[in-house]
């Protein structure tokens, strides 16, 4: 691994000091690259540096051990125990630093709930779902901003899409992207039957200007009146705005803001943002990754979570995570789920990693 840290220093040295070159800075998109592989090396070189130091420490600590006077053996001990306790944590550290990178790492993230199967209730399940990543949020720190929305009769979300801002937005919120599954009793219910429903979630990477050039000839822009539930208007000006991109027919359609300009500006934010996505998944050829497999179709056999209110318990099918702490849960506190996924991908990684090696 430390033949590995110095062809790394060389790298980040390598870097640091193109990042002062002017023609790389007047390049906004190749400087924003460069500053990103700059952050992931500054990481890793440091945890590295310190890998090197305490391995030194270790060496030196085990031949005074042999030649030092016998009273001062058991400290020169202690202090080689101290050091390859340390040396074991900062190698594991080191490894995970070494994997290869998730493109997304660091990007902020736009998230889209819709209801799907189980009418009315899928739409409740929904908002559940929204105030849930809203309680998530919360706790850490992050920011979010609801981009657009259509509510439900009873007060659901039909469809929802909002912003979530933070530090290490996309390493935990990229699991929840997939079918929900809800069994309870729904409120529309007389005879106090459990109904099973589910509602779909797809987390998409932020997309920067620098990221993808749109061509504004590729994007066919609509306008027409806003309407709330039942179809009502909310308003009588043509503020809402619906943007097709032609190439690939992604169309993305805003209303909540009475501004047309806010509108347009929201829907280039998630359209930008789909198309990354898109390509990204083009130029990785996986499946899995993709948008249409993330929800799938929606169906309830195609659950990655499953929340259960009678039995108080929520079930990750990716996993085989079981927790009864439904309330919590609904409430934000999803970190027992996300941390074993995000243990999860990293075991598999490593053990891919070690075959490789092997």
Same mark, same amino acid.
């Given at each position: 691994?430390?033949?590995? @840290?110095?062809?790394?220093?060389?790298?980040?040295?390598?870097?640091?000091?193109?990042?002062?070159?002017?023609?790389?800075?007047? !390049?906004?998109?190749?400087?924003?690259?460069?500053?990103?592989?700059?952050?992931?090396?500054?990481?890793?070189?440091?945890?590295?540096?310190?890998?090197?130091?305490?391995?030194?420490?270790?060496?030196?600590?085990?031949?005074?051990?042999?030649?030092?006077?016998?009273?001062? +053996?058991?400290?020169?001990?202690?202090?080689?125990?101290?050091? #390859?306790?340390?040396?074991?944590?900062?190698?594991? /550290?080191?490894?995970?630093?070494?994997?290869?990178?998730?493109?997304?790492?660091?990007?902020?993230?736009?998230?889209?709930?819709?209801?799907?199967?189980?009418?009315?209730?899928?739409?409740?399940?929904?908002?559940?779902?929204?105030?849930?990543? /809203?309680?998530?949020?919360?706790?850490?720190?992050?920011?979010?901003?609801?981009?657009?929305?259509?509510?439900?009769?009873?007060?659901?979300?039909?469809?929802?899409?909002?912003?979530?801002?933070?530090? !290490?937005?996309?390493? +935990?919120?990229?699991?929840?992207?997939?079918?929900? +599954?809800?069994?309870?009793?729904?409120?529309?219910?007389?005879?106090?039957?459990?109904?099973?429903?589910?509602?779909?979630?797809?987390?998409?990477?932020?997309?920067?200007?620098?990221? @993808?050039?749109?061509?504004?000839?590729?994007?066919?822009?609509?306008?027409?009146?806003?309407?709330?539930?039942?179809?009502?208007?909310?308003?009588?000006? =043509?503020?809402?705005?619906?943007?097709?991109?032609?190439?690939?027919?992604?169309?993305?359609?805003?209303?909540?803001?009475?501004?047309?300009?806010?509108?347009?500006?929201?829907?280039?934010?998630?359209?930008?943002?789909?198309?990354?996505?898109?390509?990204?998944?083009?130029?990785?050829?996986?499946?899995?990754?993709?948008?249409?497999? /993330?929800?799938?179709?929606?169906?309830?056999?195609?659950?990655?979570?499953?929340?259960?209110?009678?039995?108080?318990?929520?079930?990750?099918?990716?996993?085989?995570?079981?927790?009864?702490? @439904?309330?919590?849960?609904?409430?934000?506190?999803?970190?027992?789920?996300?941390?074993?996924?995000?243990?999860? #991908?990293?075991?598999? /990684?490593?053990?891919?990693?070690?075959?490789? =090696?092997?």
């Amino acid at each position: 691994m430390l033949e590995r @840290l110095s062809s790394l220093e060389n790298e980040h040295a390598d870097l640091e000091a193109r990042l002062a070159d002017p023609e790389l800075v007047a !390049d906004n998109a190749r400087y924003v690259k460069a500053m990103r592989r700059y952050s992931e090396l500054s990481e890793v070189v440091g945890v590295g540096r310190k890998l090197r130091t305490r391995q030194d420490d270790l060496e030196a600590a085990r031949m005074l051990v042999t030649e030092a006077d016998p009273g001062d +053996r058991d400290e020169w001990r202690a202090e080689a125990a101290e050091a #390859e306790a340390d040396v074991a944590e900062l190698e594991a /550290q080191f490894r995970v630093l070494l994997l290869p990178k998730d493109p997304n790492d660091g990007r902020n993230v736009i998230v889209e709930i819709r209801g799907a199967e189980g009418g009315e209730e899928a739409n409740l399940f929904a908002r559940d779902l929204y105030e849930m990543y /809203q309680g998530y949020a919360s706790r850490h720190g992050w920011t979010t901003e609801t981009l657009g929305s259509h509510v439900s009769d009873l007060g659901g979300f039909s469809d929802v899409t909002f912003t979530v801002k933070g530090p !290490d937005v996309w390493t +935990r919120m990229k699991f929840e992207a997939g079918p929900h +599954r809800v069994q309870r009793v729904p409120v529309t219910e007389s005879q106090g039957r459990v109904h099973t429903s589910s509602a779909t979630v797809s987390v998409l990477p932020e997309a920067e200007e620098v990221d @993808l050039e749109i061509d504004h000839n590729d994007l066919q822009i609509d306008t027409f009146r806003s309407s709330g539930a039942g179809g009502q208007h909310v308003n009588t000006t =043509d503020s809402a705005v619906r943007i097709t991109h032609i190439p690939t027919g992604v169309m993305v359609s805003m209303q909540d803001e009475k501004s047309q300009l806010q509108n347009r500006n929201r829907a280039m934010v998630v359209l930008r943002s789909r198309l990354l996505k898109a390509e990204q998944d083009r130029v990785a050829a996986e499946a899995s990754a993709t948008r249409k497999d /993330q929800v799938g179709s929606g169906g309830r056999s195609e659950k990655i979570r499953t929340y259960n209110f009678k039995e108080n318990r929520v079930t990750d099918h990716r996993i085989g995570l079981t927790i009864y702490k @439904l309330e919590r849960v609904l409430a934000g506190e999803l970190d027992e789920v996300s941390d074993a996924l995000v243990t999860d #991908e990293r075991t598999r /990684q490593l053990q891919g990693d070690a075959d490789g =090696d092997d």
